[in-house]
C-alpha cells in the first residue's frame, strides 16, 4: 500500500522567504507527527497531531513555524522568514497506536 | 523526559561478523523502544519495537534486541553482517503510551567491508 509522501522533495529558498512543506500520510493514520533532522541537532520532534485533540507543539523552534491538518489527513508546515539555521531534511510520520511510518522527507535548504 | 545515549557513532564490521549496535535509554516512565534504520537519502524504516511483554524482539532483515531494564539498555544486534546492512541506525524512545512522540539517539553508522 502507499506509504507516507512528502511534497517538495527538495526545497532552495532566500533568507526572508516563506516555505511551506506537505505531507500526505498514510490512509486511516489518526496520528501525524513532524521531526527535523538536522547535521548539528540530530533528530528532533517539532509537533504532533493526534485525531480531533489540540496539536502537541513543543518542539516547534519559534513562533515562525506553524503546522495544520486540514480533514484529519494532510498536513501542511509552514515556516516563515527561514533562515539558515532552517536548512534540514524535514521529515513526517504517521501512526497507528505505538508505531511511526516515515514520510521520505523535504530537504530544505536556505540561502 | 526521555534521552537516548548511542554509544558509537560510527561502527566498522566485516561481512559475516556480529553487528552490535548500543543503545541506553533514560525515561521517568516505563519506555516504549524502538530502532530504526535510514538508508541513504531515504527515509526512516522501523526495524523493530519494544512496548510490553517479551523482552527479546525480532526485527526485519535478521536483526534483533533485547529490552534490559536493569541496565537501561536496548542494543541491536544481528549475528552475521550482509553488505546491505550498511547504513545509518537510530535508537528511539517514546514515553510508554500509544501515540508517543519520539526521542531519538544521535545515531550509528554502520560499515560492513567485504
Known amino acids: 500500500g502507499a506509504g507516507v509522501s512528502q511534497s517538495p522533495s527538495n526545497k532552495v529558498t532566500e533568507k526572508g522567504k516563506d516555505v511551506e512543506l506537505r505531507c500526505d500520510p498514510i490512509s486511516g493514520h489518526t496520528a501525524l507527527y513532524w521531526y527535523r533532522q538536522s547535521l548539528g541537532q540530530g533528530l528532533e520532534f517539532l509537533i504532533y497531531f493526534q485525531g480531533n485533540s489540540a496539536p502537541d507543539k513543543s518542539g516547534l523552534p519559534s513562533d515562525r513555524f506553524s503546522a495544520e491538518r486540514t480533514g484529519g489527513s494532510v498536513s501542511t508546515l509552514t515556516i516563515q522568514r527561514t533562515q539558515q539555521e532552517d536548512s534540514a531534511v524535514y521529515l513526517c510520520?504517521?501512526?497507528?497506536?505505538?508505531?511511526?511510518?516515515f514520510g521520505p522527507g523535504t530537504r530544505l535548504t536556505v540561502l | 523526559a526521555q534521552s537516548v545515549t548511542q554509544l558509537g557513532s560510527h561502527v566498522s564490521v566485516s561481512e559475516g561478523a556480529l553487528v552490535l549496535l548500543r543503545c541506553n535509554y533514560s525515561s521517568s516512565v516505563p519506555p516504549y523502544l524502538f530502532w530504526y534504520v535510514q538508508y541513504p537519502n531515504q527515509g526512516l524504516q522501523l526495524l523493530l519495537k519494544?512496548?510490553?511483554?517479551?523482552?527479546l524482539v525480532k526485527g526485519i532483515n535478521g536483526f534483533e534486541a533485547e529490552f534490559k531494564k536493569s541496565e537501561t539498555s536496548f542494543h541491536l544486534t544481528k549475528p552475521s553482517a550482509h553488505m546491505s546492512d550498511a547504513a545509518e541506525y537510530f535508537c528511539a524512545v517514546s514515553g510508554g503510551t500509544s501515540y508517543g512522540k519520539l526521542t531519538f539517539g544521535q545515531g550509528t553508522i554502520l560499515t560492513v567491508h567485504p
Open positions: 510520520a504517521s501512526g497507528v497506536t505505538d508505531t511511526q511510518y
Open positions: 519494544y512496548t510490553t511483554g517479551a523482552t
